[in-house]
């Protein structure tokens, strides 16, 4: 089940986001907040194209047997995605980039802990739609072909290195070595492929199922995108800057869909 092609796509979003964590060693204190909403929007536009492309369009696909309620599977997981989202953002004591305020249930964890369990509810979603989408690979039910797994994995990749960098960058100038600011980003992002595991074992024993997981990754996925990153390249004074960058995310993550799919 897990060959090494498959252990590779998986890998690979960990990569990214490991590779943007070492800006730590490279870049100033601080990033500019231009280049953070540049670099929010561009991975707000990847996730929205993995979602409709990679997740939403193939769970569709593979229930055409049911006719005109073909788009069932995918309106029920989505809204489970949503869910289970919102649920894990009550629940888990969490701070958001930029924000002062903490959300989640009250909790005495220093700031930058509750600043790297943001990263980690962020990256849930991604890994398991990495997961789902070599578990239609490897089971063969989904239509989807190594190169159109492989272009989610890349997209994803593309997208964690800008958060990596978004990570580490603020952990260092809230006071952590930069040696350590950067393994707070490494680590925010180890919870990618381990999602994926998780979600091609769960995948593997509920093959009928798989419409339902594609569209529930797309549905976490989204309710980031909208909870989280929107707000945060929109804040602020008035810039085009996170659109201009979210429409250049969509579009790369559309090509790299369409070229190796």
């Known amino acids: 089940m897990f060959s090494r092609e498959v252990i590779t796509g998986l890998l690979i979003p960990f990569v990214g986001t490991s590779a943007g964590g070492a800006c730590v060693f490279f870049m100033k204190r601080e990033l500019n907040i231009g280049i953070q909403k540049a ?17 939403i369009i193939p769970a569709i696909e ?31 004591p969490h701070l958001h980039l930029n924000s002062d305020k903490t959300e989640g249930p009250s909790s005495h964890l220093a700031r930058t802990t509750m600043m790297v369990l943001a990263v980690v509810l962020h990256n849930i ?3 398991m739609a990495v997961g789902v989408v070599y578990a239609g690979y490897i089971s063969g039910s989904a239509d989807i072909t190594a190169g159109g797994a492989l272009a989610l994995s890349l997209g994803i990749a593309i997208q964690n290195f800008p958060e990596g960098a978004i990570i580490s960058m603020p952990l260092y100038a809230a006071g952590r070595s930069k040696l350590r600011a950067f393994a ?20 593997s024993l509920i093959v009928p199922a798989m419409p339902y997981l594609l569209s529930f990754a797309a549905g976490a996925m989204i309710y980031v995108v909208v909870e989280e990153l929107i707000p945060e390249m ?28």
């Open 39 to 55: 670099l929010t929007g561009f991975a707000a536009g990847v996730m929205v194209a993995a979602s409709v492309w990679s997740l």
């Open 62 to 92: 593979q229930s055409d047997s049911m006719g005109r309620l073909s788009f069932l599977p995918a309106f029920i997981g989505f809204w489970l995605g949503i869910l289970f989202l919102l649920i894990l953002d009550n629940i888990t």
């Open 125 to 127: 979603p991604e890994g």
């Open 184 to 203: 707070d980003g490494v680590l925010s992002g180890a919870v990618e492929p381990v999602a994926g595991f998780l979600t091609i074992l769960a995948a």
């Open 234 to 261: 929109a804040e602020g004074e008035h810039s085009h800057i996170g659109v201009l960058l979210f429409a250049a995310g969509f579009t790369v993550m559309m090509a790299l869909d369409v070229a190796l799919g």
